[in-house]
């Protein structure tokens, strides 16, 4: 059973980079038919979709983030990681990893604050 697990700051200061990391234990980041996902929720709303990479490594970013957004993968640490530049309190969600075939495998969620 695969299983990801989601780390990273509950608090960031606005203009600041968060970097999250998803660690994924009982599959291989290298898998050659597993995608890997990060979303988030902001209070009172719904599910946002950020980036994704594929298994040969190609990236892709939702248009209203991907000037600050970056995901990449560590295969040594059988990891991904997001970067999301310049954050403001509207960047203030709970982020999940995702992954698998067809992304049926999530983290349970981690808080992240933007507040000064």
């Known amino acids: 059973q695969v299983h990801l697990q989601e780390s990273g700051p509950g608090l960031v200061k606005p203009s600041q980079t968060l970097s999250l990391t998803c660690t994924v234990s009982g599959g291989s980041i290298t898998d050659n038919e597993y995608y890997w996902t990060w979303i988030r929720q902001p209070p009172e709303k719904g599910l946002e979709w950020i980036a994704y990479i594929d298994p040969r490594g190609n990236t892709g970013y939702s248009p209203s983030l991907k000037s600050r957004t970056a995901i990449s993968r560590d295969a040594s640490k059988n990891q991904f990681t997001l970067q999301l530049s310049s954050v403001t309190p509207e960047d203030t969600a709970v982020y999940y990893c995702?992954?698998?075939?067809?992304?049926?495998?999530w983290g349970q969620g981690t808080q992240v604050t933007v507040s000064s």
């Open positions: 995702g992954g698998g075939r067809g992304y049926n495998y």
